[in-house]
């Protein structure tokens, strides 16, 4: 059974930072595409940012690139989201996300596996 397990959720100070990790259980991502997604309360759930596990390709929304960053650790089959600079905007729920590589990375529905979400708040 496939778990992908979400941390680093919390408050924080607009301006400040936050790490966030997904560590997956029971698969490796060799062949994957791992993304983010967030959720705003009342909105529908955006995509914020995705890997290629095997390239190695990043990408980004256009409303967190230059503050958000992805990576990963193929040792523990964990992915990373770093973010920077952080703003009341980007408060939202957190989810991580797998899927097979070939599929729009940009779409929820590319993704077959998700999370549980972590809540990111950012105070003004």
């Not at 600079?85 to 939202?92: M, V």
Request: net charge positive; glycine share 12%.
């Amino acid at each position: 059974q496939v778990q992908l397990v979400e941390s680093g959720g919390g408050l924080v100070q607009a301006g400040g930072s936050l790490r966030l990790s997904c560590a997956a259980s029971g698969r490796t991502f060799y062949r994957d595409l791992v993304g983010w997604f967030r959720q705003p309360p009342g909105k529908e759930r955006e995509f914020v940012t995705a890997i290629n596990w095997r390239a190695y390709s990043t990408f980004y929304a256009d409303s967190v690139k230059g503050r958000f960053t992805i990576s990963r650790d193929s040792a523990k089959s964990t992915v990373y989201l770093q973010m920077n600079s952080l703003k009341t905007e980007d408060t939202a729920v957190y989810y991580c996300a797998a899927g097979s590589d070939g599929g729009s990375y940009l779409s929820s529905r590319t993704y077959t596996y998700w999370g549980q979400g972590t809540q990111v708040t950012v105070s003004s």
